[in-house]
């Protein structure tokens, strides 16, 4: 039996559509994408030249949280969150090489502290696809001494907030940064090269599994992983042969391969020869998983099935895929589930609740261990080369006058935590009324 916060009665396992009893529930942010005010990192740079961003915007501003991180807290806190994954900035600690800038260590020392005070579990991640502007410059992932220099980041904020955060996540999406920024064009320094995509994989799983043990040396009882972005790729026809092929090589290619040289510290010949740094072992204490969409496999462009349900970028919704990935995942690589990144855009707030609700069940339904579930976002944030478009916050934002304001899928997440789970009113108020739309057939 579980109790409704506040609500005086007892919430009956008759009403109960599903319970998250097991789960620390919370949002996850990057540094990049809410902050705002720093011009020193590889996106604002990459923002500057006509046609990046698709609105023409910038990170400059975006949700202002690096002055109005107070407020989101204590927003954060009063929706009963229970856990926050945020990142730190590398260019503002390390404006310059070598340079550490122990005030800003200080100020997200500040702000983790606050965190920790609302009984809220804070989870850290050193590298967000952001930059200092002189990383980018010395030829960021692709260069050997990549990793010694992240690193020193690694050594630089363990030091600083170890006694307050022990659960960290090392790089988020290796896979996504290095296709964006060195194959599609779509991040900095939109280079397209299939070198430059196979040095920087490298050289990401390599800083993973040393700050892996790095840390641990640090901090014995860190709980450490990395954040990897998992889809489900699947044949468009299941009877062409090409179309099975092709969705198998996706996915050894894009995220099978890189998990086994960052998880089990095994380095295959698409990554180049075992590091003398590196032992095949265990490097992880959980695994992270990003998880939005399914593909639709006919070629090397993803796809979505005809007529399947989409979100305003046209991704598919597929909620049984992240069971999916996680269980192949976990069957390499056994170890506690933490959903690192799962939400849509959704502008109108018209499927945010059910999309949530959908995910929530189909882990509820599986037999995996499951701990951590991370909506993201919190506040709708700047997107990347999409710029101020996407909303994917459960908390809207005007950004012109940076106002927040608590959605209704904000305020059906806060329902769940506070129950434990699902509950037939809470089902009806929020989620019985919202549909999908449909893509193109």
Known sequence: MAVAAGAGEPVTASEMLFTTRDLLVGVATASLQIEGGDRNNNWYDWAQIPGTIADGSTPLRATDHWNRWREDTDLMASLGLQTYRMSVEWSRIEPRPGEVDRGVLDRYREEVAAVRAAGIVPLVTLHHFSHPSWFAGLG??????????????VDVVVDALGDLVTDWVTIN???VYAVQAHLFGEGPPA??????????????AI??????????ALQPEARVGFAHHARVFAPLDPRNPFHRGVAALDRALFQDLLADALLGGRFTRLLGRQPADVTPGRHYDYLGINYYARSAVKGLADGTFPGAPVNDLGWEVHPQGLVEVARELHARYPAPIWVTENGTADAADAFRSRYVFEHLQAMAASDLPFERYYHWCFVDNWEWREGEGPRFGIVALD??????????S????????????VTRATYEEFVAGQSYPSGPR
């Open 140 to 153: 960021g992932w692709t260069a050997p001494h990549a990793v010694d220099r992240f690193l020193h980041l």
């Open 173 to 175: 999406e290796p896979n």
């Open 191 to 204: 280079t397209r090269d299939w070198g430059a995509v196979r040095a920087t994989l490298r050289h990401m």
């Open 207 to 216: 800083a993973h599994c040393r700050a892996y043990h790095r840390i641990h």
């Open 399 to 408: 950004y012109e006058t940076q106002q927040r304001t608590v959605r209704d």
């Open 410 to 421: 904000g305020r059906f997440l806060a329902a769940v935590i506070r129950d434990g789970g």
